[in-house]
């Protein structure tokens, strides 16, 4: 089974991500959302990822332009059909993603691979929202898509063999580094994120240090690229929140549990840079203004 034209439904920031890496690996690529202008937004934010390489010398003009021209938008599921692959990256909400499957059962060709990005839903759950539980697996991505090397593949209870090892072969297609999680709650790479991102938050809230201390702490201690409380602004402190509630609900181990400061912050709507402000403030174009 070879993957050659996929379909990926959500054009935010993970989206419009795998989507840019996919045409760069020569896939034919449809970038759907909501309407007409998310869908648009998650391909213009290739555009202009695209832009810069070329300006960096990285990529040729006509290069660019081949990219951009094998990825076309649409909206919601309805142009789901004639894909070998359907990746899923609406937001990390449970009854969203269930609702968005059973639609996209429906439009998507009966023998379609069906894929996930989430970042800690059981896959083996998910997967019961499709008619296709065999040819249903996690692909999840690291943000930002065209940088980070990795793909963390899950395999739902189900997920047969042709499947793992078309999506296997996929993520090769599209030069990454690929490791395999049992579906457990987080998988791998999420179940050591958040623990170490919720004890930055618990430590700021206890007032042990500032946060920019505990991010240069992280940084310069212990040489990541970007502080815990940088990162969760990144990635999303919604985000973050909804791993570490999958990790407490699925292990039932108090270890997990949410630093109240956390939730009382996405509560408030500082979802981190999306939002304009997180642990830290943000312009329009995400660039940091300090606390
Ligand atoms: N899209 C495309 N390329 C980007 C990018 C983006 N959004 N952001 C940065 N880059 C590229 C830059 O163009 C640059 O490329 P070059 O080296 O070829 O010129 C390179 O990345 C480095 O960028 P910068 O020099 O601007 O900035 P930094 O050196 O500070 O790197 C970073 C930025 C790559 C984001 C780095 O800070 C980093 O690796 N941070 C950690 C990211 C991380 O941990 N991601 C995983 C999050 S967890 C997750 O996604 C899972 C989810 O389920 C929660």
Redesign the pocket.
Known sequence: MSIDRVFVIGAGL?GH?IAQVSATAGKQVTLSDRTAELANKGRDRIAG?LA??VE?G?LDQSQAEAILGRVATAVGPDGAAGHDLVIEAVFEDEALKRETWVALTKAADPDAVFATNT??ISITGLATATDRPPRFIGL?????????QLIEIIRGLETDDDTYDACRAFAQDLGKIVIESKDMPGFL??RM?GPFINEAVFALMESTGSAEDIDTGAKLGLN???GPLE?AD??GND??LG?LDVLYRGFGDPKFRAAPLLRQMVTAGHLGRKTGRGFYRYDEKGNRLGR
């Open positions: 993970m991500g990822n810069r390489l960096k990285k970042s800690s999840h991505f690291f943000s930002p898509v065209p940088v980070m790479v999420n994120l990541h690229p970007m990162l990144f990635v985000v973050m791993v």
